[in-house]
């Protein structure tokens, strides 16, 4: 089983950026997606959940209303769009699936399969 993450990069204040997390060897249909994200002394956080069924997301008040979690399940491919970046958005994010149940999961230990984490640099 493997969650690759990638789309991190360089991105000026006000830009955008769209992370990919690819699955292989679970379907994610039967899986809850969140993306967390760690910056520099800080806890790893969830930022963004989508349920496997339904398609419900869930989004830290930091980031709502500019980051979009979703996925296509025939790619097998979570993604995470992200717009109006600010400096504040700069950490490693990670992709992370638990199995669906129907619950929203927000803890880190609770997520069995974790992304490799890509770095998002916002600069003025």
């Known amino acids: 089983v493997q969650l690759q993450a990638s789309g991190g990069g360089l991105v000026q204040i006000g830009g955008s950026l769209r992370l990919s997390c690819a699955a292989s060897?679970?379907?994610?249909?039967?899986?809850?997606i969140a993306w967390f994200r760690q910056a520099p002394g800080k806890e790893r956080a969830v930022i963004a959940h989508?349920?496997?069924?339904?398609?419900?997301?869930y989004y830290k008040d930091s980031v709502r209303g500019r980051f979009t979690i979703s996925k296509d399940d025939v790619e097998n491919t979570v993604y995470l769009q992200m717009t109006g970046l600010k400096p504040e958005d700069t950490a490693v994010y990670y992709c992370a699936a638990v199995v669906g149940d129907g619950l929203l999961h927000l803890n880190a230990d609770e997520f069995h399969y974790w992304g490799q984490g890509t770095l998002v640099t916002v600069s003025s």
């Open positions: 989508i349920f496997n069924i339904g398609g419900s997301t």
């Open positions: 060897g679970l379907h994610l249909a039967n899986y809850a």
